[in-house]
Structure formats: structure tokens, C-alpha cells
């Protein structure tokens, strides 16, 4: 079976990076950078979504001017890695919007976390009062970003 990559034209990846890079293009202006009538284009667009491929629109907000300029990586190791342990962590993460990002791993942690913070002490509650208190966790390895080289939303298409 063919990558669904392989299965978009030519059109509707440019589509998609378009929308990615500017997801309040309005339909007229997608349709005259693609080529494309309107209705034509916007027949397109609703097709990606109802494939999902298009799974939402959002805003991006900069950390920095949102008082946020600190990034950790902060992976976390469980007690247990059975199903009803996971779940749970996984529950109680959601909890929280200091962590922007929770991916569950293959390895010698569990998870790995990305904490958006705003200073020193921010960092230190979010460990002490957050991270080490959510269920099942028995050790957190932190590390804090310097500065941030590359940073999309945006995938290859």
C-alpha cells in the first residue's frame, strides 16, 4: 500500500504547505496561489480534513513575549510500566499546561516531557510540585534548553 504522501497530487501538497505556513489564508487567496477556482480549491481542503490530514487550525502564540522563554526536556521514569500505570500518568499529564508536549518512549525512560517555564523558580515548582507528584513517577531527568536552533510545526510534504 502507498505512503499517503505518494497518494496527494502535486495540488494538494501545496496545499498543505501553504496552510501550514499560514493557516488563516483565506480560500481566494490559497485558490489564486495554487491555481485552482475557489470551489475547486475549497473541494480540496475539505477532503484533507475529512481524511485528516488536516487535523485542525491553531494559533501559535512566542514564548518569550508570553513570559515563557525557558524550555526543559524533562524524561520521566515510571514505577511500573503496565497498562494501568501508563494510563495514568498519561491521564494526570493533561493536567497541566507547563508541559506542552509528552511523548512516550522506547527505552531507559518512560517519557519524555517539554515544560514551557518562565525563570528559575518557575522551573523549580513545576519539578518539585508538578512533575515528581504525578502518578507512578519515581525519577525525572532534566534537561534545560540554551536556545532553540530549529523549532516547526510544519511537516514535509
Known sequence: MPTLKWMLDERDRAILRLLQQDGRLTNLDLAAQ???????????????????LISRYVMLID???????????????????????????????HDHPEVTECCLLAGAADYMVRVAYADAADFERIHTAILTQLPGVVRVQSTLALRTVKKTTALPV
Open 63 to 93: 514564548e518569550k513575549a508570553a513570559g515563557l522563554p525557558g524550555t526543559a526536556f524533562v524524561l520521566v521514569t515510571l514505577d511500573q510500566q503496565g497498562r494501568t500505570a501508563l494510563d495514568a500518568f498519561e491521564a494526570a499529564i
Open 34 to 52: 495554487i491555481n485552482l477556482s475557489p470551489s475547486a480549491c475549497l473541494r480540496r481542503v475539505k477532503l484533507l480534513e475529512e481524511r485528516g
